[in-house]
């Protein structure tokens, strides 16, 4: 007898342990298998392209363009719901909100709203939209489950974004011509409250903990930090080149704010409040998201037709993707 049959009592381990490495070289290769055929995780960027009038839908994984959707003339910003299953494009030239499944891709609706749809704001539970008409100075309230209009009430000149608060009571619209921001009861539809703003606004982002919001000052080339119960000015960062789209990362330490007019993005730390980091893209980058794992940055570069790739932890280019004419809005989904 060879030593391993002499080392089992049954006197078979020379036989079984050579079965047990093939079906454990069958399990790993089968493993192998289904990863690579599984399909792939990547994110998506939804670009729209305001003389393209559509939203194009890039891939993550490989930087390229996927899909190209008609919206409207103007397409302009991109909004997706909380759980992510509906995209919603407000389309400036055609005064309209155009609703996109976001899984099979179909067009549901286009909504009629008010002048020059600039933005979106989806409540938490997914069930109203708000659409800020800049060119009328107010907003529309959209029912999402009917896909209509349902009222439209003023804030101020150039209503142009808005966010809703954790419990979706509360709406807080920016308005870039008055430069102050109206606070609205979402139930009552009354505004409560009117707030300091800035001329121009562009972006208005809450901290993870909504402690404050950072909303860009572009006619005085700031940010301004205030305080979301109060609407205090708690403090303000200089940045040139009038800021315009900005993001948090999704660990709240840092901000990446586009510098229109120096064609360049930056990076701010939280704590300090100051800028880092700078990086030039081309002509008038405009608005900005990050991935859901905070590791590369996303930018519009309208007049260059552009989408920048960017690595958030050293501020470096990965790569341009063409888009489709003058880009301007984006959003990440997983």
Known sequence: MCGDQMNSPSGKSGIIQPRRQSWRVVSILTVLFFSWALPSTAGEVWVANMKGANVQIIDTSSNKVVQTIPTGAGAHNVTFSPDGKLAYIANLGT???TIIDTMSKEKLADIVTDTKAHDVAVSPDGKLAVACNVGAGNITFIDVAAKKAVHTM??????????FSPDGNTLYVVNAGAGNISVVDVKSKKITQTRQGAKGA?????TKNWGQFWLTAPADNKLLLLNTRTGALEASIEVPGEPHGLVHSPDGKTVFVGQRKLGQIAMIDTASRKIVKTLSLGQRPDMIDISSDGKTVYVAIRDDNKLAVVSAADLSLITKVDTDGETHGLAYKD
């Open 202 to 206: 562009m972006a208005i982002k809450p």
């Open 154 to 163: 003023a804030t101020g000149k150039k209503a142009i974004t808005a966010v």
């Open 95 to 97: 005064n309209s909100i």
